[in-house]
């Protein structure tokens, strides 16, 4: 039996990509290996979205290619855009396959079989298919529901290389989930560059809020969680939906990108601070428990000490759980690379350390605000230090570790009251 090794990049899209490619070669009579040097075959799952993750691409490519007699596939948003160059340009490569290419993977794995070299990053439109595929069952799983981008944010490549946004059908999504349920998972993150345009193009009439009911419903789905919305589309349905189907957690991923209207605006985001804040206002007074996180970039072009302070102020006044912050990369076809980079780098990390050292306060903060409370914890297992310590995630989305000395399985609800907070995860006990 054939082995294939698999390297992912990049956001939880890939992720999921690489479950299905993993399932394809399983298909086709190949064992999964963590080991390159045993495999047969090896992908690497790449990310555009700023600069430092696609230059990883070639340092990994050089190590792979030490391996005797190795297949080497690259795909993703770097294998969207380069195409044919990558085959030119990197010898060792054998295919080079696209975001909307993994369905022909199959005849792409036989040609290479075969001794050819093969690219394909043709793409598709308005409407995307997905069979249901096996992987490695856990109490999690990522659902794609949509792919690609409209919005064209100035700085952001994934409308080049993801393309235009298009959506699943209902009933395949519904399918796939059924497919999950079955075989132990309870916990569903539906998964989509900007969820809150599901359906727009789609002949039946269906939206994201629908089809958090239809979800829902689905008896053995314990947990329903969504990534990403943008704050334009972030509706009052949408709340009503959040609140009306009980397994949809409280928490919300909801990008603000920067604390300035100056900056939200050359970044083409389409909202003020104001408007972001009055929504999320409404969504932390109608859902009991909510936990937010946002994506900051801070350095863009033309950012100034004032804008940045906004930026500081806006994580202060907003109290984000978690925050994920960037320096600013220019990319190729993007709006912004027409204007000049000027931030110097050692601005751009000051400001990424002060960023995320007021975030730490914030979150110790919030952190403490568990302490005596009894929360709802999925059991995704043994902790990884202590096997006499069970380990899942509260309805927030954070990692609580907890004893019992009830008999608890993998996938259980337990209630677990909360005694300890450290900086990133909670301890318990269960009641
Ligand atoms: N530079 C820095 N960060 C970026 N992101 C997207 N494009 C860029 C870029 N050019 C960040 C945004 C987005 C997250 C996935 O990556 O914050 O929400
Ligand atoms: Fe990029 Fe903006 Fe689309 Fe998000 S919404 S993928 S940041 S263009």
Same mark, same amino acid.
């Given at each position: ?35 390159? &040097? ?10 555009? +979205? ?47 396959? =696209? ?7 199959? &005849? ?48 952001? $490549? ?22 999950? +349920?079955?075989?132990? +998972? ?28 239809? #979800? ?5 789905? %314990? ?6 919305? /943008? ?21 919300? /991923? ?61 994580? &202060? ?39 995320? %050292? ?26 990884? %230090? ?12 954070? $990692? ?5 000395? %009830?008999?608890?399985?993998? =996938?259980?609800? #337990? ?15 269960? +009641?």
């Amino acid at each position: 039996m054939g082995k294939v090794y698999i390297r992912t990049f990049g956001c939880q899209m890939n992720t999921y990509d690489s479950e299905r490619i993993a399932s394809i070669f399983n298909e086709m009579g190949f064992s999964y290996t963590e080991n390159p &040097e045993e495999a047969d075959f090896a992908v690497i799952n790449t990310c555009s +979205v700023r600069e430092k993750p696609q230059q990883k691409v070639k340092s990994e490519i050089g190590r792979l290619k030490r391996v005797n007699g190795i297949k080497i596939g690259v795909c993703g948003c770097v294998a969207q855009q380069e195409g044919e160059k990558f085959l030119d340009n990197f010898k060792d490569v054998s295919f080079v396959f =696209g975001t909307d290419a993994i369905g022909r993977l199959y &005849e792409i794995i036989d040609l290479v079989q075969k001794g050819q070299r093969v690219c394909d990053t043709s793409t598709n439109e308005g409407e995307i298919s997905i069979p249901s595929f096996s992987r490695e069952t856990s109490v999690s799983a990522f659902v794609t529901i949509m792919k690609g981008c409209d919005n064209f944010c100035s700085y952001c $490549i994934v409308p080049y290389v993801r393309g235009r946004e298009k959506s699943r059908k209902a009933e395949e999504i519904i399918r796939e989930i059924n497919y999950l +349920v079955e075989n132990g +998972v309870r916990e569903i993150t539906l998964l989509g560059q900007n969820v809150n345009s599901y359906g727009k193009n789609l002949d039946e009439n269906i939206n994201f809020p629908k089809l958090l009911y239809m #979800v829902n419903d689905i008896k053995e789905v %314990k947990r329903i969680r969504f990534v990403t919305s /943008h704050p334009k589309d972030f509706s009052d349905e949408l709340i009503e939906a959040m609140i009306e189907n009980e397994k949809v957690m409280p928490y919300l /991923h909801l990008p603000l990108q920067a604390g300035s209207d100056n900056i939200l605006k050359k970044m083409n985001r389409k909202y003020s601070y104001g408007e972001y804040l009055e929504k999320v206002a409404k969504a932390k007074e109608r859902i009991p428990g909510l936990a937010l996180s946002s994506d900051f970039i801070v350095g863009f072009p033309g950012e100034t000490d004032a804008d940045f302070e906004d930026t500081l102020r806006a994580i &202060e006044e907003i109290e984000y759980e978690t925050i994920f912050a960037f320096k600013y990369s220019p990319r190729p076809k993007t709006k912004a690379f027409n204007l000049e980079d000027n931030i110097p780098d050692d601005i751009k990390s000051s400001r990424l350390d002060a960023l995320l %050292k007021k975030q730490e306060k914030i979150t110790r903060k919030l952190m403490k605000k568990y302490l005596g409370q009894i929360c709802e914890v999925l059991v995704e297992g043994m902790s990884k %230090k202590d096997d006499s310590i069970y380990s899942g995630r509260n309805p927030q989305n954070r $990692i609580v570790n907890f004893k019992s000395n %009830k008999n608890i399985k993998t =996938g259980d609800l #337990v209630s677990v009251k909360i005694m300890e907070a450290k900086k990133n995860s909670l301890f318990g006990l269960s +009641v």
